[in-house]
């Protein structure tokens, strides 16, 4: 198949149209058949449950090609189970892990034609999501809903370089105990966005949230886990039932325990303990993982001995097995690769 004309090595990250999308509707109590279409906009009601109540949840996962030309994507079947929890929370009909799966893998192949050729660093970024498309003015689920899948091809994170970013303790917090953190809703971005243009105001590229009972924890970022590592070499990440558990952050802790040899430990990470560590990363599907140089707390500033300048060698190592094993320089572990190709 021709490639569509893009510029591969130097798109953004921002939406580019392609041209088949994935639709399935729900009405009278079933998910339909579902099919791609051509059409990029959607008609609803001024009332519709996502527009009034912000009925709403998503995904985000990449489909690559192989460095011997093969297109895969990258543990889909997580990102299904993952959906499935979002939509059960905020009372969307669920939409099945395996039919999220095969929507995911039709629209990868509809689109080959933008699927970023080996070698730019660029991927095909897709886009579930699910949202009530039927009026509500009472408050209460949706009685409709739709579910679709898009895709945009996305530039190479690191265009910049890996130089390590800095990021400030938020005064905001991003979950509640028992609230929605642990799912990935669009209502944990809405109320994200006063608090990362404060940060970015501020000459800061994101934000740390604390645990808002105590607000002695690290949790996340907006929309990625830390990786912290010991002066011997441990990967620690936060363990925290408010925090979106990252497909990436999950893959990077196997990878280091079981293909690498590393001591991992998922347990709580105080604030007061930042400056134990040598290296600290944020990880998710975008970035795979980025370096954090330092972290500043209301003025009082934490450096990390790696990061400013570039990538700690712990993370390095892990960015680099990840990435070989999506892009196919590495054997994968079993179940991790989905052929579309
Ligand atoms: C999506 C997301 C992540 C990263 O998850 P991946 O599955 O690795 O892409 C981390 N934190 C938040 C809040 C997210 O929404």
Redesign the pocket.
């Known amino acids: 198949m021709d490639k569509a004309k893009i510029d591969w090595a130097n798109i953004g990250f921002g939406y580019i149209k392609t041209d088949k999308r994935y639709v399935s509707d729900y009405k009278n109590g079933v998910w339909d058949e579902g099919r791609l279409i051509d059409d990029d906009q959607i008609i609803m009601s001024e009332c519709a449950g996502v527009l009034q109540y912000a009925q709403t949840c998503f995904e985000?996962?990449k489909a690559y090609t192989t460095e011997d030309g093969r297109i895969v994507t990258f543990r889909p079947d997580l990102?299904g189970e993952r959906f499935e929890e979002s939509c059960r929370r905020l009372e969307i009909p669920v939409f099945s892990k395996d039919r999220f799966v095969d929507a995911v893998l039709k629209v990868v192949k509809a689109n080959e034609a933008y699927v970023p050729p080996f070698g730019y660093g660029a991927t095909l970024y897709l886009r579930p999501y699910a949202f009530g498309i039927s009026p509500v003015i009472g408050v209460k689920p949706a009685d409709e809903y739709q579910f679709r899948v898009f895709a945009t091809p996305v530039g190479h994170y690191f265009k910049g370089g890996t130089k390590g970013i800095s990021i400030k303790v938020s005064d905001f917090d991003r979950a509640a105990p028992r609230g929605t953190g642990d799912i990935?809703a669009g209502l944990?971005y809405a109320m994200s966005l006063h608090p990362i243009v404060v940060a970015h105001n501020e000459g800061y590229a994101e934000n740390m949230y604390l645990d808002a009972a105590t607000r002695t924890k690290v949790e996340?970022?907006?929309?990625?886990?830390f990786l912290f590592i010991t002066k011997d070499g441990t990967v620690v990440t936060p363990k925290s039932d408010t925090?979106?558990p990252?497909?990436?952050?999950r893959s990077l802790l196997y990878v280091a325990e079981q293909i690498l040899g590393m001591k991992v430990e998922e347990r709580e990470v105080y604030l007061s303990e930042l400056g134990d560590f040598v290296e600290c990363g944020l990880?998710?599907?975008?970035a795979v993982i980025s370096p954090v140089a330092r972290v500043v707390d209301h003025g009082k500033e934490i450096a990390f001995r790696y990061g400013a300048e570039e990538m700690g060698p712990v993370t390095k190592k892990l960015y680099d097995t990840l990435t070989g094993i999506q892009m196919g320089r590495l054997p994968a572990p079993e179940g991790w690769i989905y052929e579309v190709k």
């Open positions: 985000g996962l990102n990935k944990n996340e970022t907006g929309g990625a886990n925090i979106l990252s497909i990436t952050r990880c998710g599907t975008a």
